[in-house]
């Protein structure tokens, strides 16, 4: 008895660890760094990016070297004859050197091809990124679309129960009533759209994670509003720095002359050193030389006569630098582009933030509690009473969409620039402004902020962004 007491504690302790593991994953919050992490270690496009790269790292050995020596074998079918005797085979080997310089130069080409790839794999590397936040911002804002909506379900609910209320002492019609459970089922709708949209962007996911689509991820983590307080001219100093197509079409650049050089050298010649050694044997004579094997030593050199090819050779590496220069100078100025008009997107995302935090929001929710107390005083209509619900609806949504927007912005700026575009140096101060959560104000002493918001005209506005 006692034994079987002590297994079934045993079972018991082992499930509660179990149930306690799962709440405990179930509960804790996908991070975006921990995905990131992820994406760079399982991604199959940067996985093979990389092995592009380190595959032409191993080229410049090769194109250093010497070209392998050649060793013949001849066999006289009729000796010649000497005075020594009969020659009846002969062994050379010879080697090629090419003129000094050659083959350092060949090697610093193919180093400028390996750091083009080497940056080529870097833009990989943020390209995933990118799109790996992007879909990240995607789930955040689905979350909360998702959340928002079940809580307004709840108000909804509860404005039924006083339309029904009311309907049954006489106050109100069966219509509200039946507007109200209409409004709900287009809530249960939304709720049901956005899942799907979360799914779909949840597939995405997996996929820049190398992992099979249906893979649930759960609830992320919470995203401060960004913090960006950089000036346009730093933006575009650093694009010019860190962007990695830029600097990948440098070592472009600096390939291309490497390979104008090479050309210009090849103008001079080559040496080519040969060693035979002539098999000999007995001859007639009574002489001590008589029947002894000879060799020889020679040297020879290629004479580039063809001045026709080798001009052609080299006027084509000094057009390639003119083009590989023409192509920096392009993408040079659409980065520069790109960054300007992020730059004032970004802005203008901070701006609609705080139109929705400290404006929209608390007229709505002002509007729908006016609203509310009317309609239980008699004085206004369930239909405005709706109206008024769902544009808090819509400004709740419409707040979080705008903090996904802007991060969406700032991860795509970041990835235009080549750098984090939200870090400070050490004891650099924090605009006041730039130190407020994304989570909605609880009052609406913010009201006092904004002034003269045209209410219904901004949420409109807001609600055709959404969608």
Known sequence: MRKKIIVFSFIMVFLNSVVAISQETESRKVVLSELIQTALSENPQIKAA??????????????????DPMLSYAHFGQSVETRLGPQRNKISISQIFPFFGKLSIKGDVASSQASMLEYQ?????????????????SLYWF??????????????????RIAQKKYETGQATQQDVLKAHLEISKVLDKILALKQGRKAVIARMNSLLNKPPDIYIGEVEEIDVPDFQVELNELYEWAKESRPELIKVQHLIAKNKKSLKLAKKNYLPD????????DIGGGT???????????MGSIGINIPIWRKRLRAAEAEEATKIKASESLYRNMENETLSWINELFFEVKTGEEQINLYKYSLLPQAEQSFKASEIGYL???????NLLE?????????????KAISNLSKSLARLERIVGKDVLSRPEGESVKPEALFSPELPDNLDANKKVNGTNIKNKIKQGAKENE
Request: aromatic fraction near 12%; hydrophobic fraction near 45%.
């Open 50 to 67: 990389e092995e592009e790269w380190q595959a032409s790292l191993e080229k410049i050995p090769q194109v250093k070297s010497l070209p």
């Open 121 to 137: 794999y870097h833009a990989v590397k943020a390209d995933v990124i990118l799109k790996l936040k992007q879909a990240f911002f």
């Open 143 to 160: 979350d909360k679309a998702i959340k928002i909506s079940q809580e307004e379900k709840e108000v909804l609910q509860r404005l039924a």
């Open 271 to 278: 040496f080519r050193i040969m060693f035979d050694y002539i």
């Open 285 to 295: 004579t009574a002489s001590p030389e008589d029947g002894r094997n000879a060799w």
């Open 377 to 383: 005083a008699g004085r206004v209509d369930f239909l």
């Open 388 to 400: 008024s619900e769902r544009m808090v609806l819509m400004v709740k949504i419409g707040y979080f």
